[in-house]
């Protein structure tokens, strides 16, 4: 059998020259994606499609979103992202010699027999597409998009969610990064390796953001992440260091406020590691039980065991948003 395995296996090994033909034809597929119909273009018919409609991409691209009713950008779309048609987004129309000035802008299906008449995003139920509210899914469904009692991450439904499909100018105007200026076909929101991470997740200002100084020097306490009340002495250490000297206001300075979990953390004379793992515990358990009956005013008892109590953001002004789609 390992014979049989050695004699299945390949290697291929390719000079500077075969590399250099891979990385072209990568950036081909890139830039002309389906629009050669399946018979590579000669290099003189290359040239000619380029000087076309690179132009027209770097100065009419439109940025696709599915966003919540907040603002941020739950999902940027991208080239392989599904539509509710089936076909992917790079097969609807991108490309505008002159940007429609109605809004929304439609993105229709370029795909042979396709009635779908503008781009929205499927969303994922793990790995398989959401279910419409009739239970089928949305593979069931004609190119007419389905309704859904699918939650996003962000916590709104699917109903309250709206594709935006914008200008360099308008995104700008949300206050949301463009990125640079890119040849290749489709990109939609695409505008760095950030962009594929949910909107939750991504720092940026089209995701949740960046987390305020404030919130990240919360005082470490039981309920926190184990990571943190594993390295409290140690980030402490840190954050005292950081003070120059003669800048520390005594013992109510707020580099103190977590000293309950500093003490905690220490081991304790002729302690063993089953004795110091257990004291940890209920002490943390004494704490929860004390944060639940001070009820919703302590604030903390509405947290599980490594989650941070939420601080919210400063009110931004607000700005006109883009049409619905």
């Not at 390992?2 to 000079?15: P, S, T, V, W």
């Not at 991409?57 to 919540?68: C, D, G, Q, V």
């Not at 076909?185 to 594929?196: D, K, N, P, Q, V």
């Not at 004494?286 to 939420?310: D, I, L, N, Y």
Request: net charge neutral.
């Amino acid at each position: 059998m390992a014979d049989d395995a050695n004699a299945r296996q390949y290697h291929l090994k390719l000079d500077g020259s075969k590399a250099a033909a891979i990385d072209a034809y990568v950036e081909y597929h890139r830039i002309v994606g389906d629009d050669d119909g399946g018979q590579t273009f000669t290099p003189e018919e290359y040239e000619e499609y380029k000087k076309k409609v690179l132009p027209i991409r770097l100065k009419n691209r439109l940025y696709t979103s599915y966003s919540s009713p907040s603002g941020m950008d739950c999902k940027l779309i991208g080239p392989e992202t599904p539509c509710f048609c089936k076909h992917r987004y790079k097969e609807h129309k991108t490309d505008f010699e002159v940007i429609p000035p109605e809004r929304p802008v439609h993105l229709p299906c370029r795909a042979k027999g396709c009635r779908c008449a503008a781009f929205h995003f499927v969303p994922m139920n793990g790995g398989q597409p959401i279910r419409c509210t009739c239970k089928h899914f949305t593979d069931d469904h004609s190119e007419v998009k389905p309704y859904s009692s699918f939650t996003c991450a962000c916590g709104a439904g699917h109903d309250q969610h709206i594709m935006i499909i914008e200008t360099a100018e308008e995104r700008e105007a949300r206050g949301h990064p463009v990125g640079q200026a890119v040849p290749y076909a489709a990109m939609g929101g695409i505008t760095g390796f950030s962009s594929l991470a949910e909107g939750y997740q991504r720092l940026d200002p089209s995701g949740r953001g960046a987390p305020s100084e404030e919130w990240l020097n919360q005082p470490i306490t039981s309920s926190d992440n184990p990571f943190l009340r594993a390295n409290v002495q140690s980030i402490k250490a840190h954050q005292i260091a950081k003070k120059q000297a003669g800048h520390l206001t005594g013992p109510d300075d707020e580099v103190f406020d977590d000293m309950a979990e500093r003490v905690s953390a220490m081991r304790r004379p002729g302690e063993s590691d089953m004795d110091y793992f257990e004291r940890r515990y209920q002490e943390r358990l004494k704490a929860e039980k004390a944060a639940s009956k001070a009820g919703p005013a302590g604030m903390s008892g509405t947290f599980r065991t490594g989650q941070r109590k939420s601080i919210e953001p400063a009110a931004k002004s607000s700005s006109k948003r883009p049409s619905k789609n």
